[in-house]
């Protein structure tokens, strides 16, 4: 009787290779589609951001009935007892977080007083959050606070690690900054401070500092943005249009700084996000926004790590993605609430 044998099957070494050769095209294929998909997502998580950001601040109008004031300098930070008015010594992000249902943050210290709530203050301080966190630049982490160590303590106590923001306000064509009163003794005496330090201006009072601020005394040089030092802009002083002026956008941010463990620290980047009004949370459009760039640290202004463009959030709350080759004149009227100059071609 015949005996039937199984015919053995193999791959040779030449088929093998053309199997390796074939799954590597394919994941040469496949690898840049799912990157790109990644940074779509990583893109549409920051516009959500800032669309949050913009919601908030449209709260905080119908609310107050001026957009969130900055603050008063980099020695300072937020105070849950001094309201949301020029009184308050911290920035927009500060004033914005009871909008957006963080007032577990922004409470922090609240009724205390002296030594327990300058602690207290702290504790908000060291808060991370998320939302002012672009994916595509970093992780939402607590990170070191440099600057503050010395310099941000009238009314803190300076934690080591706070949480960081990679957005910031737009504060105009005229970029303005500074300590705020040097003396911690300003918070019992607002507005009668005398011990300002801001731009040139070095123990002025706070009249000193509106004029500095203001139009009519200060025509060429004066506030034009949305969110500045003691700053209380209603909508009806935007005359260029809500859809038409940047509210907030990425801030540039050299990558070498993303994770700074405190050695060298970039000074756009070196302080809490509740802080007052600084490069830390306020930018200008005296510059074009660019992309973020290695050993290119642009304190001023604003950018983000995306290819394509920068997020802003305009005053009516619309999230528009910004291209780098935007004509740079048109780009400096977006973010100027009163030059009369109506851009609609960007």
Known sequence: MAVSRRKKTA???VELLVVIAILAILMGLLLPAVNS??????????????????????AHVAA??????????????????????????????YNSLPYMGLNMIHDCGKGLSGASKNSGVAEGMSAVIPTFICPT????IALPLVQGQNQQGCNSTPPPVVGKTDYAVNIGSNYFEGEGPTSSGCAATFPTCTSWYVNSEEGVSTQAVCALLDGNTNPTGAFNGVSCIMSQVSPGTIVDGLSNVFYAGEKYLDPVYYYDTGSGSSPADDASLLQGNDIDIARYVGGPAMRDTPSVDQYYTFGSAHAQGCHFVFCDGSVRLISYQINFATYQSLGVRNDGTLSEDY
Not at 37 to 58: F, T, Y
Not at 82 to 89: C, D, E, I, S, V
Not at 137 to 140: D, G, L, N
Request: hydrophobic share 35%; net charge positive.
């Open 11 to 13: 791959f040779t070494l």
């Open 137 to 140: 630049r970093r992780k939402a």
């Open 37 to 58: 998909v990644r940074d779509s997502m990583r893109r549409m998580q920051c516009k959500n951001n800032l669309a949050q950001i913009g919601i908030a601040a449209q």
């Open 64 to 93: 107050n009935g001026f957009f969130p004031t900055d603050g008063w300098g980099w020695w300072w930070t937020g105070d849950p007892d001094r309201g949301f008015t020029a009184g308050q010594p911290g920035g927009w992000i």
